[in-house]
């Protein structure tokens, strides 16, 4: 395709749009008809993999190669394939397993592309809200529902206070003190709220629409993030390690923004020791 010559990553958007709403498709064909025992298995502690996970990687996978046949995939369930180059797709079949699996009508087809390991094109959809979130970097983000483009940006809001935030927990949390839980509590206190979605996707994309101020998280994967990274920054928002550093996709750690709250965000995390590791660990 070849458009990074010219910054214009359009052609990318239109295959990983095709991609994300086919493997979308899939999952409302599955949803809340997971029976077997087969359909839904724990890969490890909480941590599930169902037959729709599978099913929409290999529709959408099959989308990017025959679009894309040159470029290298990371994908949740199937891992890394191809020749290793400038150009990298991550993709997350379906971010939100364990929502899924209980019938919680809140999960997306994240599909990022990386060049030469800068995520560069994001797509995110919510087949069961009809939302897909879009854009790339030099290009505005839109959220197409209803047949209707909406042009997003982040929320004006300044003040920790005033502020709605979102998180997510890993699936070792119950084995680890390095749990999100201190953080949790800890910006539960200083803001309006602070809300669990159960998709880091979901989340980004949300900040980047301004229905959220501010999002962290780790023990994330190159797929949950890549393609929700280039939302949050395109649309104007901010995204870094907990510190301020560069944001870096394989530490499974972010810190995204609306951008005026970053620096209190920063000042916040910094401040926040884990708690005392005492809970009971699950047989």
Known sequence: ??????????????????????????????????????????????????????????????????????????????????????????????????????????????????????PVVGVVYDPFHDELFRGAIGQEVVCWSGG???????????????????????????????????????????????RRSGSAALDLAYVAAGRFDGYWERGLSPWDLAAGVVLVRAAGGKVTAYDGGPFDLTSGRILATNGLLHESAIATLATISPLPFAFPVPE
């Open 148 to 194: 209707q483009a909406r042009t997003l940006r982040p929320s004006p809001t300044a003040h920790l206070d005033q502020s709605l935030w979102v998180t997510g927990f890993a699936y070792d949390r119950r084995r680890v003190a390095d749990n999100n839980y201190a953080e949790f509590c800890h910006f539960t206190h200083l803001t309006q709220g602070v």
């Open 1 to 118: 395709m070849g458009s990074e010559a010219t910054g214009d990553w359009s052609p990318y958007l239109t295959v990983a749009t095709e991609a994300a709403r086919v493997g979308g498709a899939i999952l409302r064909q599955y949803f809340g008809r997971l029976v077997g025992e087969t359909d839904v298995v724990e890969k490890q502690p909480g941590d599930l993999v169902t037959v729709a996970d599978r099913e929409s990687e290999a529709a959408i996978l099959a989308i990017l190669r025959r679009h894309c046949p040159e470029f290298e995939i990371l994908a949740e369930e199937s891992g890394r394939q191809g020749d290793r180059g400038d150009w990298l797709w991550a993709v997350d079949p379906l971010d939100g397993t364990t929502n899924f699996a209980h019938g919680y009508p809140f999960a997306t087809v994240s599909i990022g592309l990386l060049y030469r390991g800068e």
